[in-house]
């Protein structure tokens, strides 16, 4: 799938998310561990804290939502918004089993959101913007509803480089279905704002200041390469999208390939594949 066609590919996407909602969901415990860190500095650089008001873009099965809705507190309110009804119906669930009452979900475009204007003291996106196929138009949506003095702050992945297991799931998976490789940094695939400058260059395209860009490293641990790529099977709707067009011998000559070269990553402590994340942000003028 590419992005010659947006809207299809948006169709494509919000499929694939339907179907992968569930395992995404089921693998919470892994996704929180994994992505913790890099989730308490996206909302200390967003300048979130109690009593705010707080959208989350692209919000998945709603993990940091709830570690938004706890930092704003009942005084504040939370919108949850994603594509996918099915994934944003577990973030609902989530919220509310928490106790989170202040948090609201609402299934909503990215590039597209169309939020009162200057509704929200900040907004955040969680490895989310990478998969827009025109991630300006969704900056511009969160610049606007942010008020002036508002920041927006995101996670996306940087190049393909630092995010190996990736290339090996990407690669591989592209192999086996027969499909030539890919520019890593095509639109809206999962490394596609990892080009160094790119993401600076679209916050100040969206008219957002004080922008700046850092590096965070978020590696996943687990036991072993087969435990990895259990989570791949169950949640990472991208791989799962070039797998879905093989047959079932194919696709376990796929994955066993994978585990080998993952094996990579084994030590006697355990399995540890390496991520680096951009964490980017920017202020919504104060006069614009």
Not at 39 to 55: F, H, K, P, Y
């Amino acid at each position: 799938m590419t992005t010659s066609n947006p809207e299809q590919f948006k169709v494509a996407t919000r499929q694939a998310w339907e179907k992968s909602a569930g395992g995404w969901n089921s693998q919470t415990r892994h996704i929180h561990a994994w992505l913790a860190e890099a989730t308490e500095a996206m909302l200390d650089s967003a300048r979130i804290s109690s009593g705010m008001r707080v959208l989350d873009i692209a919000a998945g099965a709603g993990d940091q939502t709830l570690d938004v809705a706890r930092r704003v507190g009942p005084g504040g309110h939370v919108l949850a918004t994603d594509i996918s009804e099915t994934i944003l119906q577990f973030a609902k669930d989530n919220a509310q089993q928490a106790g989170l009452l202040h948090v609201e979900t609402r299934v909503a475009d990215a590039e597209g959101l169309n939020a009162v204007e200057a509704s929200f003291d900040a907004a955040v996106c969680r490895l989310g913007l990478m998969f827009c196929p025109a991630p300006l138009k969704a900056l511009q949506q969160a610049h606007r509803a942010v008020r002036p003095g508002g920041y927006v702050s995101v996670l996306v992945f940087s190049e393909p480089q630092n995010n190996p297991c990736i290339g090996i799931l990407m690669s591989t998976a592209l192999k086996h279905a027969g499909v030539p490789p890919r520019d890593p940094f095509q639109p809206g695939s999962l490394l596609s704002l990892g080009k160094p400058g790119l993401l600076d260059e679209l916050f100040r395209q969206a008219g957002f200041e004080d922008v700046s860009t850092a590096r965070v490293s978020a590696p996943f641990r687990l036991n072993s390469a087969a435990d990895y790529l259990t989570f791949v099977r169950t949640s990472a709707s991208p791989i799962m999208q070039i797998l879905g067009m093989l047959d079932q011998q194919a696709q376990a000559a796929a994955w066993a390939e994978m585990e080998e070269k993952l094996r990579t990553f084994q030590s006697p402590e355990g399995w540890e594949g390496p991520n680096e994340l951009l964490l980017a942000c920017g202020m919504r003028p104060v006069t614009d």
